[in-house]
T-cell receptor, first 113, second 111 residues
Framework: DAGITQSPRHKVTETGTPVTLRCHQT?????MYWYRQDPGHGLRLIHY???????DKGEVSDGYSVSRSKTEDFLLTLESATSSQTSVYFC????????????FGSGTQLSVL | KQEVTQIPAALSVPEGENLVLNCSFT??????LQWFRQDPGKGLTSLLL?????REQTSGRLNASLDKSSGRSTLYIAASQPGDSATYLC??????????FGPGTRLSVLP
């Protein structure tokens, strides 16, 4: 299994609070991605990174920000959590963008009350 | 905008059967296509990656085919086992920074 660790695994928070999810990889892969998975919508890309300090928006980036200060860490921040951001969040990595398999972490179940 | 669909949404078969899962995409200009497996409460595991220049890929009892011109891919599972029970998702990379995922097919293999 690819070395991807997501933390926390589960989190419950209140509307309006900031939340940060962490993805840590030990594979030294260049590309890292944050997805959310919701019933009826499948997996959707939030943000991705193609190197240290290099990030870009995905399909559903509103209300989210990311940072990547080291190759191995990719942080996802919900600036002011809303109930619509209740979801399962997955981090994924790939060695070459578009030309290699995607490896996924185990996910973070986030509930915003 | 690329859209990916998967049929059927759910499938239940007795152990030992051969089965086919279908994936369709609307824009044939794709870079590659991947099939994933997702167990309940877990992340996705990549099963097979097919580049746009390839017609099929095989791994053990799994065989995936790709027909870009018709916008279709199939995942063939031979001699199904209860351990194959999971949700199977396909995803296409359409030269952007994004893999577009289908909704998945939930497979149950009954002993």
């Amino acid at each position: 299994d690819a070395g991807i660790t997501q933390s926390p695994r589960h989190k419950v928070t209140e509307t309006g609070t900031p939340v940060t999810l962490r993805c840590h990889q030990t594979e030294n892969h260049r590309y890292m991605y944050w997805y959310r998975q919701d019933p009826g919508h499948g997996l959707r890309l939030i943000h991705y990174s193609y190197g240290v300090k290099d990030t870009d928006k995905g399909e559903v980036s509103d209300g989210y920000s990311v940072s990547r200060s080291k190759t191995e860490d990719f942080l996802l921040t919900l600036e002011s959590a809303t109930s619509s951001q209740t979801s399962v969040y997955f981090c994924a990595i790939s060695e070459q963008q578009g030309n290699e398999k995607l490896f996924f972490g185990s996910g973070t179940q986030l509930s915003v009350l | 905008k690329q859209e990916v669909t998967q049929i059927p949404a759910a499938l239940s078969v007795p152990e030992g059967e051969n089965l086919v899962l279908n994936c369709s995409f609307t824009d044939s200009a794709i870079y590659n296509l991947q099939w994933f497996r997702q167990d309940p409460g877990k992340g996705l595991t990549s099963l097979l990656l097919i580049q746009s220049s390839q017609r099929e890929q095989t791994s053990g009892r799994l065989n995936a085919s790709l027909d870009k011109s018709s916008g279709r891919s199939t995942l063939y599972i031979a001699a199904s086992q209860p351990g194959d029970s999971a949700t199977y998702l396909c995803a296409v990379n359409d030269y952007g920074q994004n893999f577009v995922f289908g909704p998945g097919t939930r497979l149950s293999v009954l002993p």
